[in-house]
């Protein structure tokens, strides 16, 4: 018998894991997950290695590096959708919170 064929790719293996379009995070939860941001350090960086990017002077490990910013990116931004569909569901609102 055959398995039907599923994404096996990153992007499709944690938009199953998380289920950002099921808001199942208490208000708490949720809130919390919208404050969580890169440091002032990381932030220099990613602008660092975006600059060096679009002047394009990245170095294989700097690429590698802001490839690893992206993915961890890609996970916030689940967690954060799915946080924001929470507090929409128990009647709050997520449209003050910070974005990274």
Same mark, same amino acid.
């Given at each position: 018998?055959?398995?039907?064929?599923?994404? *096996?790719?990153?992007?499709?293996?944690?938009?199953?894991?998380? !289920? %950002?379009?099921?808001?199942?995070?208490? %208000?708490?939860?949720?809130?919390?997950?919208?404050?969580? !941001?890169?440091?002032?350090?990381?932030?220099? !960086?990613?602008?660092? $290695?975006?600059?060096?990017?679009?002047?394009?002077? $990245?170095? %294989?490990?700097?690429?590698?590096?802001?490839?690893? &910013?992206?993915?961890?990116? &890609? /996970?916030?931004?689940?967690? /954060? *959708?799915?946080?924001?569909?929470?507090?929409?569901?128990?009647?709050?609102?997520?449209?003050?919170?910070?974005?990274?």
């Amino acid at each position: 018998m055959s398995q039907a064929h599923i994404a *096996s790719s990153e992007a499709a293996i944690v938009g199953r894991l998380i !289920r %950002p379009d099921h808001g199942h995070f208490s %208000p708490e939860v949720a809130r919390e997950l919208l404050s969580i !941001r890169f440091g002032d350090e990381d932030q220099a !960086r990613l602008r660092e $290695l975006s600059l060096k990017a679009q002047q394009g002077t $990245l170095t %294989p490990e700097e690429q590698a590096a802001m490839e690893n &910013y992206r993915r961890v990116g &890609y /996970w916030l931004g689940i967690l /954060w *959708s799915k946080a924001r569909l929470s507090l929409k569901k128990a009647g709050m609102d997520a449209t003050h919170e910070h974005r990274a």
